[in-house]
């Protein structure tokens, strides 16, 4: 496993410990990914209220990091009169400190080297018209800030990520509660089944996938995403 080009995990944390400006927050997440494997239906419940099957292996996609933008910049939906609605999926992220390849669960362990929430964003009646069609839907997940992410905290506090309470709420009503015990794929089974599909490079953000509630944004809403004691606060513009 070597370690990454990008800006080391180490100093994106260290960097944003006392940095609020929205701007810096970006520059420093992008400089520290490669690229965004997010993970779809690994929950049961969501994948039964969007009428999905629940899938039997993980199912996966890519944004890229041009995709990604700090929580602290706020949410920026595309025009809804063009792209119509933006949908929130919130969702626990893990970065990697190390490359992994056809990995094992010790390496998948060894490699993580940052936590956070994040969102994807999603259009979702573009997304419904894409597949209809058969057509890839990277213009519904892929457009700049469609994945939204709060700041890098040290994964040891997480232990082995197995029981994660994480949740979103919208104008102080609570939209979604998430439980990495419900996940159908676990973290590091997650992280040792991407890397068999394809190499992981350190940089990487995995989005583990959302639990159910999924909705649409609407202009003025007050988000808050919340991970153990850590809060991230952000209005949809």
């Known amino acids: 496993m070597s370690q990454s080009p990008h800006m080391s995990l180490a ?30 239906r ?56 190390a490359d992994l390849s056809a990995a094992t669960i010790e390496e998948a362990k060894q490699a993580v080297g940052g936590v956070t929430l994040g969102l994807d964003l999603t259009l979702r009646e573009l997304q419904a018209e894409l597949k209809e069609k058969g057509h890839p839907w990277e213009r519904a997940k892929c457009f700049d800030g469609a994945c939204v992410l709060g700041d890098w905290l040290d994964p040891q506090v997480f232990g082995d990520f197995t029981d994660i309470h994480y949740q979103l ?43 159910s509630g999924v909705g649409a944004l609407q202009a003025g809403d007050q988000l808050s995403l919340k991970l153990g004691a850590h809060e991230w606060q952000a209005e949809v513009k």
């Not at 933008?69 to 920026?76: D, H, K, L, M, N």
């Open 42 to 97: 690994n929950y049961a419940a969501h994948a039964e209220e969007l009428g999905n099957e629940v899938p039997k292996a993980p199912i996966l996609f890519m944004k890229p990091a041009s995709s990604v933008v700090s929580i602290r910049q706020g949410v920026v939906r595309p025009n809804p009169a063009l792209y119509g609605e933006t949908h929130y999926e919130a969702e626990l992220c893990v970065q990697l400190a």
């Open 169 to 211: 709420t919208i104008n102080d009503a609570l939209k979604q509660d998430g439980d990495s015990a419900l996940m159908l794929f676990p973290v590091y089974e997650l992280l040792v089944n991407i890397s068999h599909a394809f190499s992981l490079q350190a940089g990487d953000v995995i989005m583990t996938g959302t639990p």
């Open 11 to 40: 100093d994106a944390i260290a960097a944003g410990v006392n940095d609020n400006s929205a701007n810096d927050a970006n520059e420093r997440l992008r400089a520290s990914i490669g690229k965004v494997v997010c993970v779809g």
